[in-house]
C-alpha cells in the first residue's frame, strides 16, 4: 500500500510543526519527508483517533434512524477511529453471525473501525445469558444490555462472572426501572413546575450501588456508562477507593445541557438517563477533573425527526452528536482539562477501561489518527451532519475544535471539504 504522509502538524503540548507518515496500517515514522500521498495538517494538532465506547448505529433494523454507513461516517467526522456500538437494534445483536456480519460490513465501508458490543443476555430480556464465548470469538468488543437495566440481579452477577472469565467488561445502563417508572425527566423542582412525571436521581444511584456489591462479590469487572448523578458518581468513587474494578463513563449532554431544557418541552432533550441539575452537572466535571470518571462517551443516539417531534411523554430518548462532541468539549472544558487530559479521556482512557493497548503516535503504532484545528470557530450546522439525525441541541452555536482529517488504519476515513 502506498504512502501517506500528513505534513504540518504538531503533536499535543508541542509547537513544532511535524510530518507523520503511515504505512499497511501502521506510522511508519516522524519527518521523513513528502512520502506517497501527502495531506496538508495546516498546522492542526495531530492525536490518536478518539475511541467511542457508546453509539447506537440502528443497523441492523433501525435504518431509517441511523446505520453503519452513515453511523461510521459521521464518527470519523467527528474524529473518531474506533466506535463501539450498542446492541438494542432489531435483531438485538445476541447472535455471533449478526456480530461478524457488522464487523464485515464496516470494514468494507472504510469509515470508524467498528467494535460492536453484544447483548448480555439473550434478546437483553435479561433473564438468559446469551452465548458470551461465540460472542466473543466472532469479534464482540463488550457485554451489555444497553437500552434495558439488568433488572435481574442474579442473571446481572452470572454475566459479570461468566463474562470475567473471559477477560470482558459488562457495561451496564444502570437505572432501576421500577423507580424511574415512566419518568421523562428528572425528577426535581423543573418537573414539578412543568407537571411532567419525574425519573428520580435515585434511580440511577441505587442501581450504581446494587451493582457495586456485585462487583464486590464477583470481582468481575463492570462499567457504568453514561453516570448522570452526582450522587451516582460519589458510589463509584467509594467502590475505586475499595478497589473493586469498577469503571464509568460520563456524556458531553450531561455535562452542557440540565433540566432547565425541558422548560422548552422539546424532545431533542429527553434522553435516558435524563438532563440533570446544574450541580449534578459540576460533580461529573470534577470527577473528570480529579480522574474518579474514566472516560467520555457519547451515547450517540439517532432518532428521526418525526419521531423526536412527538410530545415529551411520547417521544423516544436519546440526542445524537457523534460529530461535534469533541469541539464541545475542547470549547465548553479545554480550559479547565486542558488538551492532554481531554484527549486522553476520549482515547487512552476509554482503551484501558477495555483492556485495549494504549493509543500513541510512535514509529509501529496502528496508523488511526485525528488531526484537529483548535482555533477556527465554525457554527454546527446539523444540515451538513453524515448522521441521518440533522438536528441537534446545540444547533447554532459556535464551536472550535473541528476534525479536519481522520485516517484509520492508514486509509484517509475522513477529510473537511473547506
Ligand atoms: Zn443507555
Redesign the pocket.
Known amino acids: 500500500m502506498k504512502e501517506l504522509t500528513i505534513k504540518n502538524v504538531r503533536r499535543a503540548g508541542s509547537d513544532t510543526l511535524e510530518s507523520v507518515t503511515v504505512e499497511n496500517g501502521v506510522i511508519k515514522g516522524w519527518n521523513l519527508g513528502d512520502l506517497g500521498t501527502v495531506v496538508d495538517g495546516q498546522g492542526g494538532t495531530v492525536a490518536p483517533a478518539l475511541i467511542e465506547l457508546h453509539a447506537h448505529l440502528r443497523e441492523p433494523g433501525q435504518t431509517e434512524k441511523e446505520d453503519l454507513a452513515s453511523g461510521l461516517a459521521a464518527a470519523a467526522a467527528g474524529g473518531y477511529g474506533t466506535v463501539v456500538s450498542m446492541p438494542n437494534t432489531r435483531p438485538v445483536v445476541d447472535d455471533p453471525a449478526i456480530v461478524r456480519s457488522l464487523i464485515e460490513k464496516a470494514d468494507r465501508l472504510g469509515f470508524a473501525r467498528l467494535r460492536p458490543a453484544a447483548a448480555l443476555t439473550r434478546g437483553q430480556k435479561g433473564e438468559q445469558l446469551a452465548e458470551l464465548t461465540a460472542l466473543k470469538e466472532a469479534g464482540a468488543a463488550m457485554f451489555t444490555d ?2 434495558l437495566t439488568n433488572e435481574n440481579a442474579r442473571t446481572l452477577r452470572l454475566g459479570l462472572e461468566y463474562a470475567g472469565s473471559l477477560g470482558m467488561v459488562v457495561s451496564v ?1 444502570a437505572e432501576d426501572a421500577t423507580l424511574r417508572a415512566d419518568g421523562v425527566m428528572n425528577e426535581g423542582p423543573v418537573s414539578e413546575a412543568l407537571g411532567l412525571p419525574g425519573n428520580p436521581a435515585a434511580a440511577e444511584a441505587a442501581r450504581v450501588a446494587r451493582d457495586v456489591e456485585i462487583v464486590a462479590q464477583t470481582g468481575a469487572r463492570l462499567h457504568v ?2 453516570l448522570s448523578t452526582a450522587r451516582a458518581l460519589d458510589i463509584v468513587r467509594d467502590a475505586k477507593r475499595r478497589g473493586l474494578p469498577v469503571t464509568c463513563e460520563v456524556c458531553p449532554h450531561h455535562l452542557t445541557l440540565t433540566d432547565e431544557k425541558l422548560r422548552s418541552f422539546d424532545a431533542i432533550y429527553k434522553v ?1 438517563p435524563p438532563l440533570r441539575t446544574q450541580a449534578d452537572a459540576d460533580h461529573l466535571l470534577q470527577g473528570l477533573l480529579d480522574g474518579s470518571v474514566d472516560c467520555i462517551a457519547t ?1 450517540h443516539a439517532p432518532h428521526t425527526r418525526a419521531e423526536k417531534e412527538r410530545d415529551l411523554l411520547e417521544a423516544p430518548s436519546g440526542i445524537a452528536y457523534i460529530e461535534l462532541a469533541f469541539p464541545l468539549m475542547w470549547t465548553r472544558f479545554g480550559e479547565q482539562l486542558g488538551l492532554e487530559r481531554l484527549l486522553d479521556l476520549m482515547t487512552g482512557a476509554a482503551a484501558r477501561v477495555m483492556g485495549w493497548p494504549e493509543p500513541t503516535l510512535e514509529e509501529g503504532a496502528p496508523a488511526d489518527l485525528v488531526v484537529l484545528d483548535l482555533e477556527t470557530e465554525r457554527t454546527v450546522e446539523p444540515a451538513t451532519f453524515k448522521s441521518k439525525a440533522k438536528f441537534t441541541p446545540w444547533a447554532g452555536e459556535s464551536l472550535k475544535g473541528w476534525p479536519t482529517l481522520t485516517v484509520v488504519n492508514g486509509k484517509v476515513a475522513y477529510q473537511r471539504q473547506d
Open positions: 444497553d437500552g445502563h456508562q453514561h435516558a451515547d
